[in-house]
């Protein structure tokens, strides 16, 4: 069955109960086939009629009848019906032999693939009896919606003779859109995509272009559509391409679905090829004129565009940018550019105003020019800018960058910083310098800051000074620094020269050492003190170096564990310390007696001038003065079993050895042992409190003596020597003793025999079978056993005596016992193991379970099925009046396989498939008794297969059963041929006589229908109503009628449901048409 959710829907139909309990009720469903009606775009019929039939081959009226239809997903009952709901026999009662049908109207929706959809009935019948059926039926498929566009093709855009455009533009795209399907379409639209460069002319126009209504399918009638859109192309392309615009279609079709379909339409772009060239025109170099004065002033940048193609070449635009120091234009950045005829060019001018410097320098102007696809293409030009040099200038100066360190960076190597220097006149006229002053800039520099000379001084055009001179004195210092020398001078005519000169004066370093003098360590007094105590640590800290350092403080950090010191730990000093000399700083210190070894850490760190520090440090290492108490316990660890039950060794002595290890005496208090358990007990005193010194290096023993009685549980005994010693301390040291269990053990197996075998007489051997219970005894004490009992689960089974016993033994050490215990076996009709279980209690009401089995092999003594005989599938009569050899014979015989003689309780056939019922009653009960490995006389049942016209497969099923076993059943598969109706739809009669409509169709039995036919003269007619057998059920003769339309009422009272056919009948003039009947 497919694996989908099934939504089902439900009507229920009632019918009266009958009292009688022998109905046998049979059901089988019909549906017509379904056609497509291409014309009105829907399955006929639709609402579907499902006819569900339901026979009743018993011997007395059914009872309690209610149908339930259920429906897969995608059927759905029609709105009448889920108004109505029930649908009710002609008669509330089926009576034997007769037969009543319940219709369905379901709606099958469109589909555009083949569909298999499969219909399930449920009938309930009498208190809790049901039967079910199901009916597979195919939809055949419709035909979607097909949306076709032809468009026509799109002309070739050329360039036009002036190259200003092309040919052809804008252009229409033009095409033809039909619905080339089987079905409607609707919500049609179409849609043009557009490539870049690409617009609708004008742009007003509609897209998507929407269809309005619905779109018939073109063999159907349906429109056929010629549109158009102007498009217009706006770009210029470079080089030939081709671009595509793309059509597409969308629609729904009559489920509701999406619809689409694409078309491509491409076009061909001519290209402008440009072959454009960019250059500048060189004006000339950049030179200064007699006036000292840049020429030519401004400066032209003059860029040629040249179109060497044999087009026309269509410009956008033009960029320039100018890069440069004191460089500037007034002409606009960006130009529009007109188009260039074939060989032709245009030349376009930038004019650069330049300023005067000093120096020489470059700038760059850049020229861009872009066509309508952002095409580029460009050039640049570099000018040279000659600098113009002040009047009077500083030259060839003579001034270190830097003084140095000497080698140990304690001082400079030399103060004197010695400045050299020479003035040139670099105009074309005369000068004469009157005065010169130099600065000097930084700290501690000797004499004043500024220096002025008046050496008037007269220069010709170009000629350089003699050197002058100035001689700088500076002081070192800590940190490094820079000082800077500025010369500025004058001339007669108003023109001056300046320079500077920086020189780096690096710091000299601060040169010191920090020293300790005192104890490494302090030593042991024999008063039991420290020697030194009280000790003192010097510090000495000597400034080695060529500058004065600041003392800013001096911290000592130690662990002060048990030292004190006298001083403060931090003293600020804030003076200065010279070169060559030094300072001392002391701390005295106490030191108190520790019972531990101290290593305590000691560093003094001098800190100087906010930035310098210097340290030094040690250890110091004050020894311990304590005892030190080590301990041990001797003695036994476990206690063992002797030959008369007890322990050895008992009593048992545990001795505490305490050692001094220590540099003092050790004042021991008291010792006190301590345990827990009532079953050990203590022979010598608890605690022992006599007081004892213990000499370094020396030892003490003390003993105690214990008992242990017996036990029947093991134990690890721990045990704690509680010392208390040295005023008021307390060690303890632990011990443990084992002492084992005195108990019984019980180790229990079952013995004797593990399966039964079947002798030639078929009885079980050995017959009873025992089986043992040994009782083994592995632990040190007696073990009692109060009492045994046994129990199981299969029926099978029987113990001979009782199923509990009194046992009161008693089991010794190593010794054991055995219980008998017997049992006998029934016939199984299964193989398998049997489980036994055992429950031993002992030593006051403690239970041990055991579990024991035993496999007893099967004896069956089911029923089995033989002589089986049934047709594998029937051959329909030659009159087509229904089948050969109906009703179908089931017969059969039943085997004893058992040893003994046994009851048939039970028979049971069951049929599946549509139009079949059993004539015998099921299930019966033959109630036949068999002796060992008989069988019964042949057995028969028989079942009624009603004609149709499909073929089908019924599946008949037998089971049997025997009164004290499993019984046997078989399958079979019987093939019924469909049986063809004699009656046939004669679909080919002449135009002129035709049965227009038998309205409604289906039709009621109870209401009738209306005959409608058309004739051309006058004339009697005959009509017929056959079943599908073949056999006329109605007959009724029409009298001579005019031409024209003849209406008749069609009498259908009485009717079962089904299919007819009609039949119309006028001299050798014959038509049938089939129709329904539902109730």
């Keep these: 069955m497919r694996s989908f959710l099934l939504s089902c829907a439900f009507l229920f139909v009632m019918l009266p109960a ?77 009576p034997p032999g007769d037969s009543a049908t319940v219709v369905w109207q379901i709606v099958v929706p469109p589909a555009f693939s083949m569909k298999n959809y499969r219909v399930y009935v449920w009938l309930k019948y009498g208190a809790s009896d049901s039967l079910s059926t199901n009916y597979l039926f195919t939809v055949p498929a419709m035909t979607a919606p097909d949306l076709v566009m032809t468009p026509n093709g799109l002309p070739d855009l050329a360039v036009r003779p002036d190259s200003l455009g092309y040919q052809g533009n804008p252009f229409a795209v033009n095409f033809r859109f039909t619905n080339a399907g089987g079905t409607t379409a609707d919500s049609v639209s179409v849609f043009l995509e557009l490539p870049v460069d690409y617009e609708l002319d004008p742009p007003t126009q509609d897209n998507p272009m929407v269809f309005p209504g619905l779109m018939k399918p073109q063999a159907a009638g349906g429109p056929r559509y010629y549109e158009t859109w102007t498009v217009r192309y706006v770009g210029a392309a470079r080089a030939q391409r081709t671009d595509t615009l793309r059509l597409h279609a969308r629609a729904k079709d009559i489920t509701g679905g999406l619809v689409t379909s694409s078309e491509e339409l491409p076009i061909n772009v001519a290209g402008m090829n440009p072959a454009l060239d960019i250059s500048f025109i060189d004006p000339g170099s950049l030179q200064f004129d007699s006036a000292n ?18 087009q026309w070449t269509v410009l956008k635009d033009m960029d320039f940018t100018l890069l440069g120091v004191g460089v500037s234009t007034q002409d606009p950045l960006n130009r529009l550019l007109p188009a260039l005829s074939p060989g032709s060019h245009l030349d376009l001018t930038w004019r650069i105003a330049v300023e005067r410097r000093n120096f020489a320098r470059q700038f760059v102007g850049r020229a861009a020019v872009r066509d309508f696809e952002l095409y580029e293409k460009g050039d640049q030009r570099i000018v040279s800018v000659p600098g113009q040099p002040y009047a009077l200038t500083v030259q060839d100066p003579n001034v270190p960058d830097s003084l140095s360190r000497n080698a140990a960076g304690s001082n400079l190597l030399t103060r004197t910083i010695p400045l050299s220097y020479r003035l040139l006149n670099e105009t074309w006229y005369n000068n004469t310098v009157v005065y010169v002053k130099v600065q000097s800039m930084g700290q501690d520099i000797d004499g004043p800051p500024f220096r002025e000379h008046q050496p008037m001084l007269a220069l010709r055009p170009g000629e350089k000074s003699a ?32 320079a500077v000169y920086p020189v780096r004066i690096p710091g000299v370093m601060p040169v010191f050492s920090l020293t300790r003098r005192g104890p490494e360590a302090l030593a042991y007094l024999p008063g039991g003190t420290y020697t030194p105590n009280p000790f003192s640590q010097e510090y000495t800290l000597r400034n080695e170096g060529h500058v004065a350092v600041r003392i800013d403080s001096i911290v000592l950090r130690y662990q002060m564990d048990g030292v004190t010191s006298a001083q403060p730990l931090r003293r600020d000093i804030g003076w200065m310390l010279q070169p060559g000399d030094s300072m001392l700083t002391r701390w005295d210190f106490s030191a108190y007696v520790r019972d531990t070894l101290r290593r305590l850490p000691m560093q003094v760190t001098a800190y100087m001038s906010g930035e310098y520090a210097a340290s030094v440090g040690h250890v110091l290492e004050i020894p311990a003065l304590f005892p030190v108490l080590t301990t041990s316990v001797s003695g036994p660890d476990t206690l063992s079993y002797d030959p008369i039950t007890t322990y050895t060794p008992n009593p048992f002595t545990k001795t505490l050895l305490l050692r001094n290890t220590g540099t003092a005496d050790l004042h021991l208090d008291s010792v006190t042992l301590e345990f827990s358990d009532a079953l050990v ?11 004892h010194i213990i000499q370094p290096d020396s030892a003490l023993s003390l003993s105690w003596t214990l008992s242990a009685g017996e036990r029947d549980s093991e134990v690890q005994l721990p045990m704690d020597f509680r010392i208390h010693h040295s005023a008021g301390k307390t060690d303890v040291q632990q011990t443990t003793v084992y002492i084992p269990a005195l108990r019984p053990g019980l180790d229990a197996s079952i013995l004797g025999n593990a399966q039964l075998v079947i002798d030639e007489e078929d009885i079980y051997r050995p017959d009873p079978f025992t089986k043992t219970v040994r009782i083994y005894n592995s632990g040190t004490a007696d073990l009692f056993i109060d009492s045994m009992s046994v129990s199981f689960t299969d029926p ?27 049992f006998n076996a029934a016939p199984h009709a299964s193989a398998g193991y049997v489980s036994i279980n055992f429950i031993v209690y002992h030593s006051g009401g403690e239970s041990l379970p055991l579990r024991g089995e035993i496999y007893i092999p099967g004896e069956p003594f089911a029923f089995s099925l033989a002589d089986t005989n049934l047709p594998d599938r029937l051959f329909a009569r030659p009159d087509g009046q229904g089948y050969e050899g109906n009703p179908v014979v089931l017969s059969y015989t039943a085997h004893n396989d058992a040893w003994f003689a046994t009851t048939l309780s039970r028979v049971n056939v069951e049929l599946e498939g549509n139009g079949v019922q059993m004539l015998t009653p099921q299930p019966w009960i033959p109630a036949v008794t068999l002796g060992a490995h008989q069988k019964t006389d042949v057995l028969k049942d028989s079942f009624f297969v009603f004609p149709a016209q499909i073929d089908r497969t019924i599946r008949v099923r037998i089971s049997i059963e025997g009164s004290r076993g499993l019984g046997d059943s078989q399958e079979f598969l019987l093939f019924v041929p469909r049986i063809i109706s004699t009656a046939a739809e004669n679909v080919d009669a002449p135009a002129d006589f035709a049965i227009q409509a038998l309205y409604p169709n289906p039709v009621s039995s109870r209401l009738g229908g209306m005959l409608t036919f058309r004739i051309r003269s006058k004339a009697a ?35 079962p449901q089904g299919s007819y056919l009609l039949r119309v009948q006028s001299g050798k003039k014959i038509l049938t048409r089939s129709f329904l009947i539902l109730e």
């Excluded at 940190?479 to 023109?495: I, N």
């Design 1021 to 1055: 007619f005959q009509w017929d109503i056959t079943d599908i057998l073949g056999r006329r059920v109605r007959r009724s003769t029409v009298e001579d009628e005019a031409p024209g339309s003849v209406l008749r009422n069609v009498t259908l009272d009485g009717l």
């Design 681 to 691: 007990t203590l022979e010598s005193p608890r605690t022992w409190s006599d007081g």
């Design 467 to 498: 050197a002058l001179q100035d001689t700088f004195t500076v002081q070192p210092a800590l940190k490094d620094r820079v000082v800077s020398f500025s010369v500025l001078a004058y001339t007669d005519l108003g023109d001056t020269a300046k």
């Design 18 to 94: 009958s009292l009688f309990s022998q109905a046998q009720l049979s059901m089988s469903i019909h549906l017509p086939d379904v056609q497509v009606n291409v014309a009105a775009e829907s399955y006929e019929p639709n609402p579907l009629p499902v006819t569900a039939t339901i026979y009743n081959t018993g011997n007395a009226a059914s009872d309690s009848l209610m149908a339930r239809i259920s429906l897969v997903t995608g059927l759905a009952l029609d709105s009448s019906e889920q108004s109505v709901m029930i649908k009710r026999p002609a008669s509330a009662v089926v």
């Design 293 to 310: 004065i840049y020429t030519p002033q401004p400066y032209p940048l003059i860029v040629r565009l040249t179109n060497n193609s044999e």
């Design 796 to 822: 099978g089974l029987q113990l001979i005596e009782e199923p509990s016993r009194v046992i009161n033994a008693t089991v010794s050490a190593g010794d054991e016992l055995l219980e008998d215990w017997n």
